[in-house]
T-cell receptor, first 112, second 113 residues
Framework: DAKTTQPTSMDCAEGRAANLPCNHS???????VYWYRQIHSQGPQYIIH???NNETNEMASLIITEDRKSSTLILPHATLRDTAVYYC?????????????FGKGTKLSVKP | DSGVTQTPKHLITATGQRVTLRCSPR?????VYWYQQSLDQGLQFLIQ???????AKGNILERFSAQQFPDLHSELNLSSLELGDSALYFC????????????FGPGTRLTVL
């Protein structure tokens, strides 16, 4: 079972920041938080990941709370092409923990 | 474009048949993961290979098998196909470390009639 809880759906206005929350209250100290998105039926696309510190790349920012029990993915200026299902995944190290366990994700709809 | 390629894009076959799906990894990636996405089950991990050897197994049926070849491409074999095997099949590949990020291919859509 997925170790994360995400809202089923969210709306965001085009050009505004999209903030997608994720709860992972049972995360272990050596587990990473990964974010992927899937546009329609395309292959999941890697967005960002982090362990403890906040992370930023060209696509998004990841804010992880100090207790690591929750995180927020921020798309700073959402566009219509960001409409997708966003998956927050807690990933362990090595062996069978290395694979990704996908939950149902958050369906983000960016509206004009 | 993730750099991971999968063939074919679409496959339509009949129940009882056998098919082979192919995945070519990004240059330098040693790990290959296979995932199945059906409407009712979501994305599920099937199996992982690392440098030619099986590393981890998920919810993979006995009718399904996989292998990774010396050139690191991988094949997923599905036999005695049933209607319920209709799904999207994705492979993902990653580098040397088991903590390396997985990059997904575009998938193969299998339809069993």
């Amino acid at each position: 079972d997925a170790k994360t809880t995400q809202p089923t759906s969210m709306d965001c206005a085009e050009g505004r920041a999209a903030n997608l929350p994720c709860n992972h209250s049972t995360i272990s100290g050596n587990e990473y938080v990964y974010w992927y998105r899937q546009i329609h039926s395309q292959g999941p696309q890697y967005i960002i990941h982090g362990l403890k510190n906040n992370e930023t790349n060209e696509m998004a920012s990841l804010i992880i709370t100090e207790d690591r029990k929750s995180s927020t993915l921020i798309l700073p200026h959402a566009t219509l092409r960001d409409t997708a299902v966003y998956y927050c995944i807690v990933r362990g190290l090595g062996g069978s923990q290395g694979n990704l366990i996908f939950g149902k994700g958050t369906k983000l709809s960016v509206k004009p | 474009d993730s750099g991971v390629t999968q063939t074919p894009k679409h496959l339509i076959t009949a129940t009882g048949q056998r098919v082979t799906l192919r995945c070519s990894p990004r240059s330098g990636d040693l790990s290959v993961y296979w995932y199945q996405q059906s409407l009712d089950q979501g994305l599920q991990f099937l199996i992982q290979y690392y440098n030619g050897e099986e590393r981890a197994k998920g919810n993979i049926l006995e009718r399904f098998s996989a292998q990774q070849f010396p050139d690191l491409h991988s094949e997923l074999n599905l036999s005695s196909l049933e209607l319920g095997d209709s799904a999207l099949y994705f492979c993902a590949t990653s580098g040397l470390s088991h903590t390396d990020t997985q990059y997904f291919g575009p998938g193969t859509r299998l339809t069993v009639l």
